[in-house]
């Protein structure tokens, strides 16, 4: 049973350029969280897909979209790449209706110079 | 901004001890939940306990939750070196659909 998917591990982008994360949720799951996290700092919670629909937003300008896929898998894509956006990104997928526990990926660690 | 604040920032014991760690929130949740992430890696679930309960237990792990005074504690018996990770308190707040951490206390073992 595969667990959360995530893709790249590892990515280095310059300022201004756009970026795309991907990843595939554990199988059964029907939800995607994507979240945000700094160095020593707790995971920021971007949005949430549920049934192809960004269902919750957090905080994030709209350079901060995404999708997700009949499949259930989704995508991050962020837009004009800012020094701040370096970070490890996380993907959690859960069960609709589960009491929400998240199982999350690896995450992708983006760099950008 | 984030809903869980835990305490303290970073715990330091010996292999053997205890280990206490306090997460305080805000707003009237659903469920708490405990998550541990080794450096730089994805996070892993502990143990999550509803609103309405006031303890839970699994193997180690001891959680308490106090929805009077917005708080939880999680209890780690035992530690071990291998306990080194940061743990994370998530909430899951009524009316919404996303669970929200807090800053993590970073919890070093010493063998």
């Known amino acids: 049973d595969a667990g959360v998917t995530q893709s790249p591990t590892h990515l280095i982008k310059t300022r201004g350029q756009q970026v795309t994360l991907r990843c595939s949720p554990k199988?059964?799951?029907?939800?995607v969280s994507w979240y945000q996290q700094a160095l020593g700092q707790g995971p920021q919670f971007i949005f949430q897909?549920?049934?192809?629909?960004?269902?919750q937003r957090g905080n994030f300008p709209d350079r901060f979209s995404g999708h997700q896929f009949p499949n259930y898998s989704s995508e991050l894509n962020v837009n004009a790449l800012l020094l701040g956006d370096s970070a490890l990104y996380l993907c959690?997928?859960?069960?609709?209706?589960?009491?929400?526990?998240?199982?999350f990926g690896s995450g992708t660690q983006l760099s950008v110079l | 901004s984030q809903q869980g604040e835990e305490d303290p920032q970073a715990l330091s014991i010996q292999e053997g001890e205890n280990a206490t760690m306090n997460c305080s929130y805000k707003?009237?949740?659903?469920?708490l939940q405990w998550y541990r992430q080794n450096s730089g890696r994805g996070l892993v679930h502990l143990i999550l306990?509803?609103?309405?309960?006031r303890e839970k237990h699994s193997g180690r792990l001891r959680v308490t939750l106090d929805t009077s005074k917005k708080s939880s504690s999680l209890l780690i018996t035992a530690s071990r070196a291998a306990d080194t990770a940061s743990y994370f308190c998530?909430?899951?707040?009524?009316?919404?659909?996303?669970?929200?951490f807090g800053a993590g206390t970073r919890l070093f073992v010493k063998a």
């Open positions: 959690a997928s859960s069960l609709s209706g589960s009491l929400s526990r998240l199982f």
């Open positions: 199988s059964g799951h029907d939800t």
């Open positions: 897909y549920y049934e192809e629909e960004e269902r």
């Open positions: 707003t009237s949740i659903n469920n």
């Open positions: 306990i509803r609103s309405n309960e």
């Open positions: 998530a909430t899951d707040n009524t009316g919404g659909f996303k669970t929200i």
